[in-house]
């Protein structure tokens, strides 16, 4: 389903796109979204002082667990952006405030059910995962204590799409130190100096999510009007469930994607498989800042169509492309220089050193590759085409498959890594490419230029 919030009667509000506005929302967000790998990094590093290989391993296999669950209920910060922004440009007080509601109320639902049945989802993740021994002991405690975080973790989802969606990327940047700093000075407290090992860490996630969500609803009390507060109707609720749902479907086929690619190293080897994982940890940190240009173009996106404008959405799609390059260009060149000395610090063996540094090329290429990609996902997001990006992406990934299945047998970790460029190249244009008939559907009879 492609859902849109009009504005009233049709008319346009006409507002301006400027190279500010584009790097207001995507330099705060940036920085947030970098903090982010730093709560693993100091998790797995404070559960490493313990001197306890089987507290790391079951920490590992735990955090995985998490990451599948809170990777497809992110579809909650999605829509909830592109519902607010829409709404924010319509000047719809009470059409974005109804969108809030209804998104925390399937917030809560979603998260009460994890802890309602996080009994068989913990003993189902461990055994996919093949956990044995005192790993899996390990693992059960940690995630015993940390999936009690579920509930606030999905209303912070919520509450962070809509500060966003509103525009405000300081703010949700704030929102977003607040939790991750406050999670990171628990973790070394509650571990390094109250030695509570596992429960420390993983209470630190509870607390740090919860303190979070109470200073989130704070800021919503302050930025909604309490008389414009309407309970969401059926309608509203089916289509948030709609879109909710084909954006839970493009969330999970990326995880699926980059899942499949670190599968299918282990099958090439420990080697490579040591070397992949390596080279991965520099998407993850070039994704950062393709996600702060994805988030500005998701935010304007949104607010044009909201305002039936289509000369404001034409002026996001040039500037965010051009930001969009200028920083995955920044970061290339940043993998490019400083990428051989990285892998020498990271890397545990001279042999995973070498392997990796053939293979780095790749990594230095694919921001650039994947730069369209992530632009087309915020701009779809904040326009909630949500339909058609869930049918694109399911595409892309039978071509990424196919990809791998001709050049993996036929180039081994090569062709692994030339299907994976494949599949963000085959993302970039059929996003691309579907843009103009959905823009031009979406503000048929809107102003033009």
Do not use: C
């Not at 704030?174 to 973790?187: F, K």
């Not at 493009?250 to 299918?264: K, M, P, V, Y």
């Not at 610090?345 to 921001?367: E, F, H, K, Q």
């Amino acid at each position: 389903m492609s859902a849109s919030i009009s504005s009233p009667a049709g008319a346009a509000r006409p507002f301006t796109v400027s190279h500010g506005d584009v790097l207001r929302i995507a330099i705060p967000m940036m920085v947030a979204y970098l903090s982010t790998p730093l709560v693993s990094l100091v998790a797995t590093g404070v559960i490493g002082q313990l001197q306890d290989a089987a507290l790391v391993g079951g920490v590992a296999l735990a955090a995985v667990i998490f990451d599948v669950i809170f990777v497809s209920f992110n579809f909650l910060r999605g829509a909830t952006t592109g519902f607010t922004a829409q709404a924010i440009g319509a000047a719809d007080r009470r059409s974005e405030q109804r969108m809030l509601l209804g998104g925390l109320v399937i917030a809560l639902v979603s998260g009460l059910l994890i802890l309602l049945l996080h009994g068989p989802i913990g003993a189902l993740g461990l055994a996919l995962l093949g956990a044995e021994g005192e790993v899996a002991t390990a693992a059960g405690e940690y995630f015993f204590w940390r999936v009690w975080s579920a509930p606030f973790v999905l209303v912070n989802f919520v509450i962070f799409g809509w500060i966003i969606g509103r525009g405000e990327a300081l703010t949700a940047m704030l929102l977003q130190t607040l939790l991750n700093g406050l999670n990171i000075a628990l973790s070394l407290y509650w571990v390094l100096e109250l030695d509570w090992g596992l429960a420390g860490v993983a209470g630190a996630s509870l607390v740090a999510e919860a303190v979070t969500t109470l200073a989130g609803i704070v800021l919503v009390a302050a930025r909604t009007d309490r008389h414009a507060w309407s309970r969401p109707d059926l309608a509203t609720l089916k289509r948030m469930f709609s879109v909710n749902g084909d954006m839970m479907i493009r969330s999970l086929s990326l995880l699926i994607g980059l899942s499949f690619f670190t599968r299918q190293s282990g099958v090439l080897g420990i080697e490579v498989l040591a070397a992949n994982t390596i080279l991965l940890r520099f998407y993850f940190f070039g994704v950062a800042f393709l996600d702060g240009v994805a988030t500005a173009a998701e935010q304007m996106a949104g607010r044009a169509i909201g305002a039936r404008y289509r000369p404001a959405f034409n002026r996001m799609l040039s500037l965010t492309t051009l930001w969009g390059f200028v920083f995955a260009g920044l970061v290339a060149v940043s993998f490019l220089l400083l990428g051989g000395w990285v892998i020498e610090m990271t890397a545990p063996s001279p042999a995973i050193v070498a392997l990796a540094g053939d293979y780095l090329p790749y990594v230095v290429v694919l921001p650039l590759v994947g730069l369209v990609a992530f632009k087309m996902d915020g701009i779809y997001i904040g326009a909630t085409w949500s339909r058609q990006m869930r049918n694109l992406m399911l595409a892309s990934l039978v071509i990424y498959f196919a990809a791998w299945a001709v050049l993996q047998p036929l180039l081994g970790n090569t062709g692994l890594w030339l299907a994976l460029l494949t599949f963000q190249g085959a993302r970039s244009v059929a996003f691309r490419w579907m843009l103009p008939t959905l823009a031009d559907r979406t503000f048929a009879g809107a102003a033009r230029p």
